[in-house]
């Protein structure tokens, strides 16, 4: 079965470029929409090649994956080269990977900037994450209410769900009809998020960068503090997010110990153009900043010409 529509992006910085060898090289992998990827580039005399790498196991498991999308290269100063593609790989393609070729840019600082966008318009095949803890009838024993999201039923505690989220307290252990309730449905919830929110109270390693966005919200909607400490804390220390996602979630969501640890970690103009992208004013919501991070950045700006 396909799924809906995906948007991404992936950020590489190349640094050195001049003394870059000349075979194709390629980033740390990024795992997004349960998918793992790299940026791949490679330079020679006149021509700069980047590559999107699927990096999805090939097996004897039908898997397909239909793509669109622009990849770019910018300067620091902020010229840049982009160019549509569309890019479908399956689990028995005789490539992984889209070439994308440039004429050379030549840096003054040596270093170039890769963003790669991807519309993932289809996929089949793809494995889900498994589930960590089972919230199914087997939990029943330890349960004292049941949270139906669709046809999915969650055997869970009142007690342990106050104690992790304000709005649950006043929910079941308030006034309200449905702390009465031996079954109470929420509406306009993905099941699979709900899923792995529950997981995140209950401590367990379920964060993943295909899926803290979706938790978040969750996060947020219901109140859960502990939970939002320890995503921003995966932000922090696990996540291949780039640094403009990074700095969105943290404006969003009020972390600014995340705030604080990227600021930190942005030691060049390439690393503020990266987060800038080829324009401040980019007209994609997606895309843009809190006027308090353009803010931050210009401020580093000028901080790193002195």
Known sequence: MSTAEKRFTLIHVVRDVSNLPNQMLQSPEMMRSNIPWRIGYLKDDNTFVTYLICCQPRTDKVWTVVTKGASKVLLTTGTYSSYPFEFNVAN???YSSLPTSYPFLYPIDDTIIIEIEVTIESMTGIEKPEKIRNFGVEAKEFSDVVLKIDSEKFYVSKMFLATQSTYFNTLLMGKFKEGKKKIVELKDIDPENFQVFL??????????DSNIENVL??????DARNAARLCEQYLMFE?????RTK????AQYKFEDLRTHC?????TRADIRAVKGKSIDNSDESLQ???????????LSLQLRN
Do not use: C, G, Q
Request: proline share 2%.
């Open 92 to 94: 028995d393609s005789e």
């Open 199 to 208: 997981e995140l109270l209950y401590v367990d390693k379920t964060l993943t």
């Open 217 to 222: 919200k969750l996060v947020e909607m219901y």
């Open 239 to 243: 996540s291949t997010h780039s640094f």
């Open 247 to 250: 700095l969105k979630i943290a």
């Open 263 to 267: 600021l930190n970690n942005i030691r």
């Open 289 to 299: 900043l809190d006027p308090s991070i353009t803010d931050d950045l210009f401020e």
